[in-house]
Nanobody
């Protein structure tokens, strides 16, 4: 499975961006899809994850983005989105999407994800 992340960029604090992650295989409905980020000099951090299909989805967020970020999935397009609103300078990082082929509930355990995208840079200026 190849994952392609896109949508990053430079935005002012309070602005919005939407990240996309498109996969090479039509199996998103069985995977857990996650977003992680890594700021310069810091460890990788879980951001959000989603699993499910047929209109029934489960989502998970790190506390720092709850109420600001929304994860969604379009399984017909093999694409997962991360809508990021009210961005803050501390959201600046390289954002990665990842796939856990074992499925189940969405989680933030990076070691359980099998495939990773190449990352997209998000920079929020103050």
């Amino acid at each position: 499975v190849q994952l392609q992340a896109s949508g990053g960029g430079l935005v002012q604090a309070g602005g919005s961006l939407r990240l996309s992650c498109t996969g090479s295989r039509r199996v998103f409905s069985t995977y857990v899809m996650g977003w992680f980020r890594q700021a310069l000099g810091k460890e990788r951090e879980f951001v959000s994850a989603i699993s499910g299909s047929g209109g029934v989805y489960y989502v998970n967020y790190v506390d720092s983005v709850k109420g600001r970020f929304t994860i969604s999935s379009d399984n017909t397009k093999n694409t997962v989105y991360l809508q990021m609103n009210s961005l803050k300078p501390e959201d600046t990082a390289v954002y990665y999407c990842a796939a856990d082929v074992d499925g189940g509930l969405p989680h933030g355990v990076g070691e359980k994800y099998d495939y990773w995208g190449q990352g997209t840079q998000v920079t929020v200026s103050s």
